[in-house]
T-cell receptor, first 115, second 114 residues
């Protein structure tokens, strides 16, 4: 049972345009979400997070939106840069208030930003 | 500040053999988690160690075991290797005292079982 789903395996965007990566979840007890970025031959690196008490969190070019009623979150990257090309994972702790060292990950979306 | 380091980077083993993977946590982090990332999948939580004891386990059989040492470094041991154990194994460290701080991952060990 995949509790965190990323239905788009890949996304291609032109440099300077917006990238939108989507994530759906099934468990309404999830209260915290994280996005990780992974380059080939490297481990995932933390990008941005959002608590369920918020519907938006912004950090520079990266913004995460949370729609609790739809159990959906999205990561917006504006403007996209070639260095953003990587696999992006959505993740959540499996229990309400759970620690962020035990995470359920989605299957990832490969973002390719074309120069 | 040193990050999470893992060794070896790549490993090839034969079905039925045993393997040990090693991890040094980031400076100041006392909790280590291990994840398995199969091809085309996201990382899956194997288990976590805190104060040298297992503190949480995912849906993995007992042939996956681990250790944490007083310096917070850790080992992942897998016995009776199966072909499906071929994956990237990621170690991550964190410091629970810092609230919901994100995990810091190492670059992983690529295990191939033939």
């Amino acid at each position: 049972d995949q509790q965190v789903k990323q239905n788009s395996p890949s996304l291609s965007v032109q440099e300077g345009r917006i990238s939108i990566l989507n994530c759906d979840y099934t468990n309404s007890m999830f209260d915290y979400f994280l996005w990780y970025k992974k380059y080939p031959a490297e481990g995932p690196t933390f990008l941005i997070s959002i608590s369920s008490i918020k519907d938006k969190n912004e950090d520079g070019r990266f913004t995460v939106f949370l729609n609790k009623s739809a159990k959906h979150l999205s990561l917006h990257i504006v403007p996209s840069q070639p260095g953003d090309s990587a696999v992006y994972f959505c993740a959540a702790p499996p229990t309400y208030g759970g620690a962020t060292n035990k995470l359920i990950f989605g299957t990832g979306t490969l973002l390719a930003v074309q120069p | 500040e040193t990050g999470v380091t893992q060794s070896p980077t790549h490993l090839i083993k034969t079905r039925g053999q045993q393997v040990t993977l090693r991890c040094s946590s980031q400076s100041g982090h006392n909790t280590v988690s291990w994840y398995q990332q199969a091809l085309g999948q996201g990382p899956q939580f194997i288990f976590q160690y805190y104060r040298e004891e297992e503190n949480g386990r995912g849906n993995f059989p007992p042939r996956f075991s681990g250790l944490q040492f007083p310096n917070y470094s850790s080992e992942l041991n897998v016995n009776a290797l199966e072909l499906d154990d071929s994956a990237l194994y990621l170690c991550a460290s964190s410091s629970p005292g810092q609230g919901r701080s994100p995990l810091h991952f190492g670059n992983g060990t690529r295990l191939t079982v033939t």
